[in-house]
């Protein structure tokens, strides 16, 4: 069965830091998009960093809000993808979101171009 399933979120203070895995399994992982989106109740999910394998190795792009905080890696060994985290904000408080696309000319940012999605975990700064 092919699924995604996210862990790591929690409650921090502003300024800790959180590291966010997901664990793919099935044939998922061999879609060579791998992203993290975020959403807050009452707005669109946004796109936070992304992950694209072309057999040359990963390449990443991240949102500008999290530019030098936040880091995409991906283990292939253990077909797992991790966010880092690190001087979280209280904006950065959302539900986390990782999805999987198998796409030829690299990440986008749409959501509706990924299909494959996990259930999500949630992070909370307070300030």
């Known amino acids: 069965q092919e699924q995604l399933v996210e862990s790591g979120g929690g409650s921090v203070e502003a300024g800790g830091s959180l590291r966010l895995s997901c664990a793919a399994s099935?044939?998922?992982?061999?879609?060579?998009?791998m992203a993290w989106f975020r959403q807050v109740p009452g707005k669109e999910r946004e796109g936070v960093a992304t992950?694209?394998?072309?057999?040359?190795?990963?390449?990443?792009q991240y949102a500008d809000s999290v530019k030098g905080r936040f880091t995409i890696s991906q283990d292939n060994a253990k077909n797992t993808v991790y966010l880092q985290m690190n001087s979280l904000k209280p904006e950065d408080t959302a539900q986390y979101y990782c999805?999987?696309?198998?796409?030829?000319?690299?990440?986008?940012?749409?959501?509706?171009?990924?299909?494959?999605w996990g259930q999500g975990t949630q992070v909370t700064v307070s300030s």
């Open positions: 099935g044939y998922i992982y061999r879609r060579n998009c």
């Open positions: 992950i694209y394998s072309n057999g040359g190795g990963g390449s990443t």
């Open positions: 999805a999987a696309a198998a796409l030829v000319t690299g990440c986008p940012w749409s959501p509706v171009a990924f299909p494959y």
